[in-house]
């Protein structure tokens, strides 16, 4: 037989032999009402509601919330313009996470679920009820246009989360398939239940990438009702939304009028709170914790306070270093910066004592990394061993400090010094440049100015130049996206199942991407490396394994100034609503509470009466 026939019958045999793989029948896969990322959801498909919510919770009322800065949009999905708070309301997703698991989605758009055992593919089935706002039913072509037009066009996190998905097709009206190469994330099903569903028809013949200030037609149980841009954004319950019975929702979006309210200053917004002129505020400040509440309305009973507990990772905030700065490229330098940091002088003084100090990046959480890596952790670190720092491998972690401010800066003067620094007439010069260190703080809250004045001071011990810019929110946010700082104050959320994201936080292909959450500016194979093998990870060990050895890498590499942590959300709110008890383990869920008739009335009748 001839040499070329043989390589084609060759070739047709690996095709049929990968197309069998594949091809799982779909009447062999149990279609189902929801999914989970490890273990199976704990709902069984015929769930009549949420755990957590009130079926029975009456409908009406208001709640108004404070939003920071300013918007010129109504579109969230894009880069340009700034989005106005609460358009996630607006729309519908094709699943929905339950706040008391950990990672588990039901289906919302998605009337049914197949997800082939080997995750090589999933089908959804939508919900043939359900609809637009404007009637327009939503279809597999609606899912279809909606995926690849977030995924190229929309902002950057949504390439890095469907980087994944090989293919999208509509097999019919209701039903859609994703298609994953051989490299997908265990969680990417999940990823894709929390995809947006947009109308193709309204957006066919609009300009997807402009800022708009127009009124967003979705299929959720919210729409905008009103707007001043800038201002004022208000949401009013769909009265006939198509899916307000659903198990999914019932007990859920009970509250008619949504009010987000803009300052520009965090002070102006709890004076009022404090006034009566807002309903619910999450407080970020330990200080205004401890002092700001001690008023009349507090002690009468009409303003309570609570901590809602949070079992997920604290994640990390931190000062942010840019790497794309040539100040920070040394290690050395950048870990001389982490020194400065007196948190427990801060605690104390500022704090109330309130705050636990921040080390890892998935702090509070079993993907921790402590002491010396793991066996595991060892098989996915030794690839890189050029490529990462020795104490990677013989440190163990925490990493090791002086006790007490003065040695620490000591500490960091000989690192400074080994970074081919000496400070003459008491600045820090550069031996090779002669030019000084230089460094400037972005800020856009006042609040944080009394936490980071010490720093700076701390640094000037040091002979460094440092200096703080507090300017509007809408200037940090454009300075941000074009990556126009020194140091910034930003995070890194931490769910307690990370995956596709961490490619947008971590990796190079990110680095340089316009409004990227890769802030640091990190190009570097070893994390690239890392983060692929926790987003493959088929197992909780094997992701918490991957977790602990890029938690490790990251905090050996000094490229931010770790802060400080609670485990759980301040909440001051006046005492109208309603909400289940015990709360979701996981989240806190706004959607399943309620306005009470009688407090609500209690409160306006004394706010009137104040006026």
């Known amino acids: 037989m001839p ?33 989970s990322l490890y273990d199976a959801p704990a709902l069984p498909d015929d769930f009549s509601h949420l755990p957590y919510t009130n079926p029975d919770a009456p409908k009406g009322g208001e709640m108004r919330r404070a939003a920071q800065g ?4 109504t579109n969230p999905f894009i880069i340009q313009g700034n989005p106005a ?39 959804i089935d939508l919900r043939p009820e359900a609809r637009f706002h404007d009637g327009h039913p939503v279809t597999a072509e609606d899912v279809v246009f909606s995926f690849r037009l977030l995924r190229d066009e929309g902002q950057p996190f949504y390439r890095a989360y469907y980087a994944d998905v090989d293919k999208i097709e509509a097999l019919d009206d209701d039903t859609v398939r994703f298609e994953f190469s051989d ?12 995809l947006p569903v947009l109308p193709k028809h309204y957006w066919a013949s609009r300009d997807f990438t402009a800022p708009t200030l127009d009124k967003p037609l979705g299929s959720g149980p919210y729409a905008v009702e009103s707007l001043s841009p800038g201002r004022r954004i208000v949401y009013h319950r769909v009265e006939d939304y198509w899916g307000r019975d659903l198990p999914i929702n019932r007990g859920r979006h009970n509250i ?38 001690d008023t009349p309305a507090r002690k009468e009973g009409f303003i309570k306070r609570m901590v809602v507990p949070d079992a997920q990772p604290a994640g990390m905030q931190a000062f942010v270093m840019n790497l794309r700065r040539e100040k920070f ?85 000989g690192l400074l010094r080994d970074a081919g620094y000496e400070v003459h007439d008491g600045t820090l010069i550069n031996n090779e440049t002669q030019q000084p260190l230089r460094l400037e703080f972005l800020l856009y809250d006042t609040q944080f100015e009394r936490v980071t004045l010490p720093l700076i001071q701390n640094l000037e011990r040091l002979g460094i130049e440092a200096s703080l810019r507090v300017v509007d929110v809408n200037q940090f946010l454009t300075r941000q996206r074009n990556f126009d700082f020194d140091l910034i104050l930003g995070s890194f959320p931490q769910s307690a199942n990370p995956g596709n994201e961490q490619r947008e936080f971590w990796t190079s292909d990110y680095a340089d991407a316009p409004r990227s959450r890769n802030l640091i500016g990190l190009q570097n194979p070893a994390i690239d490396g890392l983060v692929d093998s926790l987003i493959r990870a088929d197992s909780r060990q094997a992701l918490d394994t991957a977790a602990r050895a890029l938690d490790r890498v990251l ?7 770790p802060q400080w942590h609670l485990d759980g959300t301040r909440v001051a709110l006046w005492d109208k609503f309603g909400y289940p008890q015990p709360f979701p383990e996981y989240t806190f869920d706004l959607s399943s509470w309620w306005v009470d008739p009688q407090r609500a009335s209690r409160i306006e009748q004394r706010q009137r009466g104040e006026r």
Request: contains cysteine; aromatic residues 12%.
């Open 3 to 35: 040499s070329f026939v043989l390589t084609l019958l060759l070739g047709f045999c690996l095709w049929a032999i990968s197309l069998a793989a594949l091809a799982v029948p779909t009447a062999d896969v149990p279609t189902v009402a929801g999914i």
């Open 70 to 73: 300013s918007f010129d949009s």
């Open 85 to 123: 708070d609460g358009l996630n309301h607006v729309y519908d997703t094709l699943m929905e996470a339950s706040a008391d698991e950990p990672f588990t989605m039901y289906g919302l758009l998605a009337g049914g679920i197949r997800l082939d055992p080997d995750r090589h593919w999933m089908e």
């Open 183 to 194: 490299n997908n994330s265990r969680e990417l099903p999940l990823i894709l239940g929390q």
């Open 256 to 293: 008619d009028r949504l009010v987000y309210d803009y300052y520009r200053d965090q002070t102006v917004a709890l004076e009022a709170f404090k006034a009566g002129n807002l309903d619910l505020r999450r407080e970020s400040s330990a200080k205004n914790w401890a002092t700001a509440y």
């Open 329 to 413: 490229q040394d290690r050395r330098v950048r870990e001389a910066l982490t020194l400065a940091t007196d948190f427990d002088w801060l605690n104390t003084h500022l704090f109330y004592g309130a705050y636990e100090e921040t080390d890892s990046y998935f702090e509070s959480s079993e993907m921790e990394a402590n002491g010396l890596p793991s066996d595991a952790e060892r098989v996915l670190l030794t690839p890189y061993r050029d490529r990462l720092p020795q104490e990677v491998f013989d440190t163990p972690l925490p990493a090791p400090r002086p006790e007490g401010l003065r040695a620490r800066l000591k500490k960091a003067l």
């Open 555 to 561: 905090r050996w590499g000094f490229y931010v100034i």
